[in-house]
């Protein structure tokens, strides 16, 4: 119950592509969901973070999508560009008391020129 | 504001020896939370403190310990280690509980 599911494990797009990374949780009592971003030899970077109160949350060209009722959320990555090329983690935590974040597997990310 | 700072920044021991690592949270954060990062396992939770309690402990053995001081400065130790405490360790800081976490770069530690 504890597990945060993420797909798919890597992505290739071009330049230009929407990928979309998808997060599955089964715990209902999670109600933080940020997402990280991490590139070699660097600590995860937060991007964004959504509360099951919204069903979507925009910042720059990031965008989560959250689904409560299928306890699932996404992360989409408009215009994406080769900078955006990166390992990218979500996460889940159950707000308030604690700090705790479950972790997604992760998806490695490659945006071709 | 400076980010959260670890020290240091690479790391090599011997089986069985002990290890000390080092997070200085960003300025005015009070809580700090330790993860380890593997190729096999991803990011595991360790422990996390706020003002100077262990607040929740990970799913790890008791060689793994760590406090948090009152600056909010914290410390991880590992004793007795082992081939597979190899990992990166990461640190990272929020204001209080509940709220958005910023990671440092990590310390990486190779055990041989």
């Known amino acids: 119950q504890q597990q945060v599911k993420q797909s798919p494990q890597s992505l290739i797009v071009q330049k230009g592509g929407i990928p979309i990374i998808n997060c599955a949780y089964e715990?209902?009592?999670?109600?933080?969901f940020p997402w990280y971003q991490q590139f070699p030899g660097k600590g995860p970077a937060l991007l964004i973070a959504?509360?099951?109160?919204?069903s979507e949350k925009k910042e720059g060209r990031f965008t989560i999508s959250f689904n409560k009722s299928a306890k699932q959320f996404s992360l989409h990555i408009m215009d994406s560009q080769p900078g955006d090329s990166a390992t990218y983690f979500c996460a889940a935590s159950i707000g308030g008391a604690t700090n705790k974040l479950i972790f997604g597997t992760g998806t490695l990310l490659a945006v071709q020129p | 504001k400076a980010g959260v700072t670890q020290t240091p920044r690479y790391l090599i021991k011997t089986r069985g020896q002990q290890v000390t690592l080092s997070c200085s949270p960003i300025s005015g954060h009070r809580s700090v939370s330790w993860y380890q990062q593997t190729p096999g396992q991803g990011l595991q939770f360790l422990f996390e403190?706020?003002?100077?309690?262990?607040?929740n402990k990970g799913n790890f053995p008791g060689r793994f310990s760590g406090r948090q001081f009152s600056n909010s400065r914290s410390e991880m130790n590992v004793s007795t280690l082992e081939l597979g405490d190899s990992a990166l360790y990461l640190c990272?800081?929020?204001?209080?509980?509940?709220?958005?976490?910023?990671f440092g770069p990590g310390t990486r530690l190779t055990v041989t």
């Open positions: 990272a800081s929020s204001p209080v509980l509940g709220y958005e976490q910023y």
């Open positions: 715990n209902t009592a999670f109600d933080y």
């Open positions: 403190y706020f003002s100077e309690t262990q607040r």
């Open positions: 959504i509360r099951p109160d919204v």
